[in-house]
């Protein structure tokens, strides 16, 4: 079984800044890239950015300059920093991972539950 167990969302006032974490765990044997994306109330979900094995790293347009994908790969985790926060961002924010299981050997893309982030004006 592969997990990804999120954390870092919340309540926060426009301007803030909150950080996210994703963390893979079970039977993977590489990471490739890892994303988030997110899905705002009535709206369809929406990408955000991404980052490569190799650190490479793509946003959507609305979050270029105030948001920061990282990853740690020893710790199969990936990061969304995000600053100068708008109430245009709040959304669940889920993390996808593009793995290959240890055993089988087969690429799998895995999505996270979800966390909450919440901009207030």
């Known amino acids: 079984q592969v997990q990804l167990v999120e954390s870092g969302g919340g309540l926060v006032q426009a301007g803030g800044s909150l950080t996210l974490s994703c963390a893979a765990s079970?039977?993977?044997?590489?990471?490739?890239?890892m994303g988030w994306y997110r899905q705002a109330p009535g709206k369809q979900r929406e990408y955000v950015a991404t980052?490569?094995?190799?650190?490479?790293?793509t946003y959507a347009d609305s979050v270029k300059g105030r948001f920061t994908i990282s990853r740690d790969n020893a710790k199969n985790t990936v990061y969304l920093q995000m600053n100068s926060l708008k109430p245009e961002d709040t959304g669940v924010y889920s993390c996808n991972v593009d793995l290959i299981r240890r055993y089988s050997r087969r690429n799998e893309i895995v999505w996270g539950q979800g966390t909450q982030v919440t901009v207030s004006a």
């Open positions: 079970g039977s993977i044997l590489n990471i490739n890239g």
């Open positions: 980052i490569t094995s190799d650190g490479s790293t």
